[in-house]
């Protein structure tokens, strides 16, 4: 099972991620604003599971906010 890392602070909400995970389990964390405003992006603790460690959001993420671990 693969885990995903966001560094919250860094996001944009660009939401680049999100269209890239092929799962489509990366979402906007609406329920939290980080330090530069943004609703930054997560992956909710029961659909982790479910991530097949592509690394497709981190490689498209501009910021290197994501880290994925395999």
Same mark, same amino acid.
């Given at each position: 099972? $693969?885990? *995903?890392? %966001? !560094? +919250?602070? @860094?996001?944009? /909400?660009?939401? @680049?991620?999100? !269209? $890239?995970?092929?799962?489509?389990?990366? +979402?906007?964390? @609406? /329920?939290?604003? !980080?330090?530069? /405003?943004?609703?930054? $992006?997560?992956?909710?603790? +029961? !659909?982790?599971?479910?991530?097949?460690?592509?690394? %497709?959001? $981190?490689?498209?993420?501009?910021?290197? *906010?994501?880290?994925?671990?395999?």
């Amino acid at each position: 099972m $693969a885990k *995903v890392i %966001f !560094n +919250e602070d @860094l996001c944009k /909400g660009c939401e @680049l991620c999100v !269209n $890239a995970c092929p799962k489509k389990i990366i +979402e906007m964390d @609406l /329920g939290k604003i !980080n330090v530069k /405003g943004y609703h930054p $992006a997560t992956i909710k603790p +029961e !659909n982790m599971d479910k991530c097949i460690g592509c690394a %497709f959001c $981190a490689m498209m993420c501009p910021d290197t *906010v994501i880290t994925v671990i395999k």
